[in-house]
């Protein structure tokens, strides 16, 4: 399953270097519903059709075409995803994962 993200974000316009394996882990563990430690057929098509919508939200956002978000992309970005996020919380983000 983690395979299959990581080979359809590769795919994308998104720069990176796929996830951890503990970013895979907290991903899978907040749709296993049953706490079997795998995605059922039914949770993963639910990650799937989250990660299509952010995928394209991201895409849209990044009006660059970086693939990359900058803060001001990124505070577009969470809008349209149904996050609120506010100036303290978006500068936390950015400090915690942006590079140079």
Do not use: P
């Not at 394996?21 to 995605?39: F, Q």
């Not at 970005?77 to 149904?82: F, R, Y």
């Amino acid at each position: 399953e983690l395979a299959m993200l990581c080979l359809f974000l590769a795919g994308s316009d998104i720069k990176t270097d796929g996830f951890s394996l503990e970013t895979g882990r907290l991903i899978v563990s907040l749709l296993d519903k049953d706490e079997s430690g795998k995605l059922g057929l039914m949770e993963f098509n639910l990650l799937w059709s989250k990660i299509q919508k952010y995928l394209a939200i991201f895409k849209k956002h990044d009006t660059d075409s970086s693939g990359t978000m900058n803060s001001h992309e990124m505070r577009g970005a969470a809008t349209e995803a149904g996050f609120q996020v506010n100036s303290a919380v978006l500068q936390s983000i950015v400090s915690r994962y942006s590079d140079a």
